[in-house]
């Protein structure tokens, strides 16, 4: 009798031993695998700050924006699908929001996408061709920008009333800029057209078309006095508004 129970306490303590080996294994494995677990469940944190709309080709639009601001970047694609778009007034009025990072999926912003905004920085991605009407307006903490080599066309009043948008930078690949893009920017002081581009220049920081003919933008906050060019024979609607 005493052999068979040394036998089965014997037994017993390998068992909990055992037991216990087990129970550290599965916990090294755990503390392992959450750095992992983390990692696949933050996208769809994210992805949950946005309403989306399947645009039925493998691409999507983002519709509108539910989270907390601050600093957010745009996933490029959610739920499997490719975001080529920021839809109509996706973010609007958002004044929690002060930086954006658009990915270089994106090909479009919608009309009047960021209105309002409380963005200080905006970062646009390489394939971004279109910049809507109103995009940028009334973000008055924008406070510089440079459009990327990408963009065809900035919509009428995308950049109206961004009181603290000191310069822009128009790239060469631009081929229309909306009536009033800039209107109503008191601190702009210098916009800046690559030489390169076939529509539009810029002479001393005042926008004009190609052939300075006619003057189309007047930055609001450069000071002193301005001679208007003898070449110019044409000033566009509230060129210096």
């Known amino acids: 009798m005493k052999a068979t129970r040394a036998k089965t306490q014997t037994g017993r303590k390998w068992n909990w031993n055992f037991r216990l080996e087990i129970q ?41 924006y539910y989270g907390s601001g601050g600093e957010v970047t745009i996933p490029s694609t959610i739920n499997g ?17 002060t930086r954006v990072t658009i990915p270089d999926s994106v090909t479009s912003i919608g009309d009047w996408a960021f209105v309002a905004c409380g963005l200080t920085s905006v970062t646009i991605g390489s394939s971004v061709t279109n910049i809507g009407a109103g995009a940028f307006a009334a973000c008055t903490g924008l406070s510089g920008l440079t459009i990327p080599n990408s963009v065809t066309s900035v919509g009428q009043e995308a950049f109206e009333g ?31 057209v690559d030489a390169l581009n076939f529509f539009y220049s810029s002479v001393d920081g005042v926008l004009f078309d190609k052939s300075n003919t006619m003057l189309i933008e007047y930055p609001g906050g ?8 003898t070449d110019v024979t044409s000033i566009g609607d509230y060129a210096f508004s």
């Open 162 to 192: 961004c009181t603290n948008l000191t310069s822009v930078t128009v790239p060469n690949s631009v081929t229309n800029i909306g009536e009033w893009a800039f209107i109503d920017c008191s601190s702009l002081t210098n916009i800046t």
């Open 222 to 229: 450069k000071a002193g006095g301005y001679t208007i060019p």
């Open 81 to 97: 699908l490719l975001v080529i778009s920021i839809g109509y007034e996706a973010f609007e009025y958002y004044s929690s929001l």
């Open 24 to 64: 550290c294994s599965m916990e090294t494995s755990f503390k392992r695998l959450l750095p992992l677990l983390l990692l696949l469940t933050l996208p769809a944190a994210v992805q949950a700050q946005f309403n989306y709309s399947d645009n039925g080709d493998g691409t999507a639009t983002i519709a509108r």
